[in-house]
């Protein structure tokens, strides 16, 4: 159908963004796993009023961000994308559902909570993280059972949920949130369908761009001080790491090369991690596949290393 509008010299961007309005069209998964876009019929368009296409529209946000908790700004601007709908309308539909869209301030931001009995944040796609976590454990237990390294006094699968609850909670900084909406579907899609170099590539590169804000988000919930420091000075992801001090104390990241750094405390992990992640733009379209994957493995032992190191001040920040 897309073809055949560009035929007829529709712009593309002019079809998708028609057929992103969900006003008119309905999105769906057949069997084949193929998408198909359905046209509302005018009877079900008269049917659905308004405010159900808005309070739906605000449950997709809530549920693609796995959040029962966001801030009012991001979902108005959400609802407008998705439904066209202009913003005294949601704002009007927002009010009049108190007992299902709470506001609370905090600190000037507004915030959002989602109370519909429909949504439930703990059976949104279980299958998909249990997944997942299952291919993370396998992908990274030897190297944390190495006798060399640290011994925690949790598990990795342990470590493995509280990674996923740090990456998908919600702070007031903007910059910090949404990580999961992309990370999963890498993650989900490099154990189950990356093949080739290039899924391999765009995986690893997704990843890596990631780990910035991962352990920016874990200095803001321990110190947001020393966060909010950094960030009004632009530093970038070495002075994040020199503030996390227990991930890399010696700097063995600013080594010439990998066979200068120890194995002891993932250093050699966090060399490659930090490394490649600033040879991404240049050197990535000569790496191997085999390089590729390394680079992948050892970016993930830096996220899940973090995430160890600081788990009781990350526990105590979320109160779990």
Known sequence: ?????????????????????????????????EQVVKLLSLDSLK??????????????????????KLSLIEVIKYVI??????????????????HELLKSEVNGTVWLSYKSQKFNLES??????????????????????????????????EILELFKKIIDYQTPENDLNGLGEQLWKTL?????????????????????????PFLQKILYLIDTSKYLTLKSKKSGLGSFIKELNKLDDKEF??????????????????FAAYNSRNQITHLAKKWSKRDLIDNFTSTLVVFVFATFEYQNELEKAIKI
């Open 253 to 270: 990241r600013y080594k010439n090369h990998i066979k200068d750094v120890p194995i002891f405390k993932f250093s050699k992990h966090m």
């Open 81 to 98: 994308k998705d439904t066209s709908i202009k913003s005294p309308t949601i704002y009007k539909i927002i009010s009049q559902n108190p």
């Open 47 to 68: 049917k659905k009023g308004q405010s159900e296409i808005i309070l739906e529209s605000i449950e997709r946000f809530f549920q693609s961000r796995l959040s029962d």
């Open 124 to 157: 949104k796609k279980p299958s998909e993280w249990t997944e997942i976590k299952d291919a993370l454990n396998r992908e990274i237990e030897e190297i944390f059972k190495d006798t060399r390294q640290p011994v925690y006094n949790v598990s990795l699968l």
């Open 1 to 33: 159908m897309i073809q055949e509008l560009k035929d007829k010299g529709v712009k593309q961007f002019a079809i998708y963004h028609s057929l992103n309005n969900r006003k008119y069209f309905e999105k769906y998964y057949n069997p084949s796993g």
């Open 188 to 212: 989900y899609k490099f154990y189950h369908s990356a093949n080739d170099r290039n899924d391999i590539l765009n995986a690893f590169k997704q990843l890596s761009t990631s780990l910035d």
